[in-house]
């Protein structure tokens, strides 16, 4: 068995774990052979690389995105994987390690938020020998429009779930590299009106000449009902984007961790560049029930404390047959869960595939465009807003204001609203009360597909101060939720009053957090780069500004695997010979026919003896409706098998009085739906100079009676072997036969449904 354990030793990140493999400088799996005596890793100085770098690619990493490695306060070492809400596109961190098939990656992830716009994947791939295939080239969209039309038909004019688009040119299709399917997510992008700006839309129809397409799902999501006109926009000014599952890879099998839910993800595979599969609905969401990739949040005692662990471990695993999907629960003694299996679309026509995690964020994805230098009400409910920078918008944009500093009178809020732009920096929107007022600081979101801004902070900045460690300390508009030690954030529109950038806009990490005061610490990625402003000391300022969660992934653990498989048959196998039969253990209930004997002998110790089980009960339990069931041996709460005739104690009753005229008394009142009252035992003494009859009743109706002579000198014992019983919701009654007897009545019995 061969292995590639992608992580950092815990006890020493100088060294790597036992059984860790070496890895040449183009990626080679080094075996014995190869090394001539002590192995040589191309570590870094710094114990933060150690290990990591000597299996791992990180020249995908783009943009604003970073890659750092942490040591929690549990001591365990966590390589995040963030992804900017500023910028767009993918970051990818492989694993420079070919592992043969069959193959297997287990991996134990967390993401920090599951946000429209923006996902995570893993995967085990291979490029074709010519390298990743092309993603197609943005195309140009004429014409789009949303009704309840489906499947090509022209605007209905209702309302409905189904954005269909026209191209400029057709789909690459069948014989081209870069060829588009059904069930492939599309980005628009550049629409005036951005509620069509729909991002990681699944194409559910193709039209014959591949210039239309139509899709109802979104960010694994129906899209909103709407009624939307044809729009024809400035040819250039729309486009339409698209995403590859695999990166242009040629051979693929992994998860997509899409959709807003941490319970779900997509399950895709690839072969040989073009058979392709996608787990749930084909052309709507792709989503599957799966391990939740939240993880375990525990907050230290001091500020800068914290522990993550993962809750889930995946796993993908390809052998010649069938490639799989499938997770379990991490530290736990539990079996693995398969929520994917395929058998003909699987990575088979390579020798071997390679780990790689991407963060990807959707061309046309919500985000903020431009910071709030001032934002002002004139006795009204229109605000102007000036920009600190172009905004870029158009009259028609939707957008939503947040981390103004005044959140009295500019609240943020989450509907996408339209705007009306004045100039390059000046544009208008109506929002929130109508007053006179005037603030400062936060972002102008554009929002794309109706979305608001991913992992926006509801509280808004008020005051910045930078210590001479270099940790920001921000004030908010109330105590600060949604965040946790340890998270990364970027900052955004962080402006005084007097329209001043701060300069401190950009990524940080949580560093504390006490009701209104959050504490940021400078982010440094794990080749020692700072990746935050370089902001100085700052005295108390007061400000506005934005707070939004970076989506992150967070690695864990990993380990790759290989094996060799070897085929052996049992004899017999495939006949019906009763004397080559195999023994078979259940894994359920099974019926088993003969002789049931024990393994310890009477007088003998009995090591650990099962149990006979009954019922506990305190009450009646409710009786079964119909003959031939099976009922349960009833105990009291102590454990005590109930064996005395008729009820348990708690079902009992008594009754001790006496009769002198020939009105009914009530033994026991009618008992309610269903319920009877049996009499078990009577005792009864006529004390009188007058004999008279005792009458049992049930209701109204006499149920049996006795002749009692005068003067009794001691009392007449009666039991019932089988009770006397009134009708359901009767009272048992008593009743004397003659007026100026004097009858003492005892009773007992029990009542029942």
Same mark, same amino acid.
């Not at 009204?380 to 947040?402: C, F, M, Q, S, W």
């Not at 943020?412 to 109506?430: G, N, Q």
């Not at 006397?724 to 005892?746: E, K, M, W, Y």
């Given at each position: ?436 007022? &005037?603030? #400062? /600081? *936060? %972002? !102008?979101? @554009? ?8 992992? $926006? ?83 108390? &300022?007061? #400000? /506005? *500004? %934005? !707070?939004? @969660? ?8 990993? $380990? ?194």
């Amino acid at each position: 068995m061969t292995g590639v354990i992608a992580g950092l030793d815990r006890s020493d990140p100088t060294k790597p774990r036992a059984r860790e493999l070496a890895v040449s400088a183009d990626g080679r799996l080094l075996v014995d052979s190869d090394l001539p005596g002590a192995v040589a890793y191309p570590y870094a100085s710094s114990p933060t690389l150690a290990g990591f770098l000597a299996t791992h690619d990180f020249s995908g990493v783009t943009g604003e995105d970073f890659v750092t490695v942490v040591q929690t306060s549990n001591g365990q070492r966590i390589v995040a994987l963030s992804s900017s809400p500023m910028t767009t596109g993918e970051s990818k961190v492989t694993v420079n390690a070919d592992i043969p098939i069959p193959a297997r990656f287990e991996f134990e992830i967390g993401i920090s938020q599951r946000a429209r716009h923006q996902f995570g994947s893993a995967a085990l791939y291979r490029d074709a020998e010519s390298g990743p295939e092309p993603i197609p080239d943005p195309i140009n969209i004429v014409g789009i429009s949303q009704s309840s039309a489906d499947l090509g038909v022209a605007y209905t004019g209702t309302a409905g779930t189904i954005v269909t688009i026209d191209l400029e040119t057709a789909l690459p299709g069948e014989g081209e590299a870069d060829r588009v399917y059904l069930s492939d997510l599309v980005h628009v992008v550049g629409l005036v009106d951005s509620r069509l700006n729909y991002q990681n839309l699944c194409i559910k129809f193709i039209s014959q000449d591949r210039k239309r397409i139509c899709a109802g799902f979104s960010d694994e999501a129906a899209l909103p009902s709407l009624a939307v006109p044809l729009i024809s926009p400035t040819l250039g000014t729309a486009r339409l984007h698209f995403y590859n599952n695999a990166s242009g890879a040629a051979h693929a099998v992994g998860y997509r961790f899409s959709g807003t839910s941490a319970v779900s993800a997509a399950v895709f595979s690839i072969f040989d560049g073009g058979d392709a599969q996608i787990s749930g609905v084909l052309v709507g969401s792709h989503l599957v029930t799966v391990g939740t990739s939240a993880q375990v949040y525990t907050a230290g005692a001091a500020e800068g404390q914290y522990e993550l662990r993962a809750t889930t471990r995946y796993a993908v695993e390809i052998d010649k047959t069938t490639a799989v999907a499938m997770a379990r629960s991490a530290d736990l003694n539990n079996s693995w869960w398969v929520y994917v299996l395929r058998t003909s679309v699987r990575p088979k026509a390579v020798d071997s595939l390679s780990p790689r995690y991407r963060m990807y964020c959707a061309p046309g994805m919500t985000k903020p465009v431009a910071e709030i230098a001032s934002i002002a009400k004139a006795g009204n409910a229109t605000a102007t807003v000036v920009t600190k920078r172009p905004h870029g918008l158009a009259t028609g944009n939707y957008v939503t204001i947040k981390g103004a500093r005044d959140q009295t009178n500019f609240a943020a809020f989450s509907t996408p609203v339209a705007v009306t732009v004045i100039d390059a920096y000046t544009l208008t929107v109506v929002f929130g009360p109508g007053v006179t007022a &005037t603030s #400062c /600081g *936060g %972002s !102008v979101v @554009l929002c794309n597909g109706g979305a608001d801004q991913p992992g $926006i902070i509801g509280q808004a900045v008020q005051s910045a101060t930078v210590d001479e460690q270099g940790i920001l300390t921000l004030v908010g508009s109330a105590a600060w939720a949604g965040l946790n030690i340890g998270e990364y954030v970027n900052l955004h529109g962080v402006i005084d009053s007097g329209g001043t950038s701060l300069a401190l806009d950009g990524a940080w990490m949580v560093w504390g957090i006490s009701t209104t005061a959050l504490k940021l610490s400078p982010v440094v990625d794990m080749f020692g780069v700072r990746r935050s402003p370089a902001a100085g000391a700052l005295a108390l &300022t007061n #400000c /506005g *500004g %934005s !707070v939004i @969660l970076r989506s992150t992934l967070r690695a864990h653990d990993a $380990i790759g695997a290989s094996w060799s498989d070897l085929q052996v048959s049992i004899r017999g196998q495939g006949t019906v010979r009763a004397d080559m039969a195999l023994p078979v253990m259940a894994p359920s209930a099974l019926a088993v026919s003969g002789t049931v004997s024990g393994t310890t002998s009477a007088g003998s110790t009995v090591p650990a003896p099962v149990t006979v089980g009954a019922r506990a009960s305190n009450a009646n339990p409710t009786a079964n409706t119909a003959t031939g069931t099976n009922v349960s041996a009833l105990a009291t709460m102590m454990g005590a098998l109930i064996v005395k005739p008729f009820s348990l104690p708690e079902a009992d009753w008594s009754y001790a009085g006496t009769l002198t005229t020939t009105g009914d008394v009530a033994i026991q009142a009618a008992g309610g739906v269903g319920v009877k009252r049996y009499l078990t035992a009577l005792q009864v003494q006529n004390t009188n100079a007058t004999p008279t009859t005792l009458n049992i009743k049930d209701g109204a109706t006499v149920k049996w009676v006795v002749s009692l002579p005068a003067s009794m000198a001691t009392p007449l014992p009666i039991d019932f072997p089988t009770p006397i019983q009134t009708a359901a919701n009767a009272a048992l009654n008593v009743a004397c036969g003659t007026t100026g007897a004097n009858v003492l009545v005892n009773a007992q019995g029990y009542t029942a449904v």
